[in-house]
């Protein structure tokens, strides 16, 4: 198992304004609760992509970046799907720079990068987790996979409500 990095002190790497860290991290990704289901995250631990930059009026400018595999049920035809996401994250952490700069994922010069980490992979995620982008999903009628049976699947209509009724007349 490589080494985590839940937390982050920037406060350590003593940068002077302007200059910029590049650095590579494993951070633990958890399971995510997504539309009722859970998705485990594979790798649960990432090698992410930290950028730091010093800004000239004092605290930092940050990006993320990693990617990760989400392992659970397609949202239409429930086999299993393996969504890939890729995020591309960006804070600014700027003391005194009022609300619009300050980032959540930063106290007192110390980045939380596991939850910074779970919560930019959630904001990336697609709006339905499929097996494949054109995933046919499931008979609204039988629930039959129609990803196997194919496109020629399909019902006889039901027949007209009123037909059935005369149906059960009796003509003596
Ligand atoms: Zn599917
Ligand atoms: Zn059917």
Known sequence: MPARTDSFDLGRLRL????GRHLELDVALDALSFGGETYEIEPAVVTAKLDISAMTRGGYALRLR???????????????????VAVDSREVDQPGGGEELSSPYVADEVLDLHAWARDAL???????????????????????????????????????????????????
């Open 16 to 19: 002077t304004s302007g200059e």
């Open 66 to 84: 990693f990617g990760a595999s989400l392992h659970g049920p397609c949202m239409r035809c429930l086999e299993p799907a393996l969504p890939q």
């Open 122 to 172: 959630v904001l990336a995620l697609p709006a339905q987790l499929l097996c494949k982008e054109d995933c046919a999903g499931l008979c609204a009628i039988c629930g039959t996979d129609l990803n196997a049976a194919g496109p020629e699947h399909a019902h006889e209509r039901e027949p007209d409500p009123r037909w059935a009724k005369l149906s059960e007349l009796k003509l003596d």
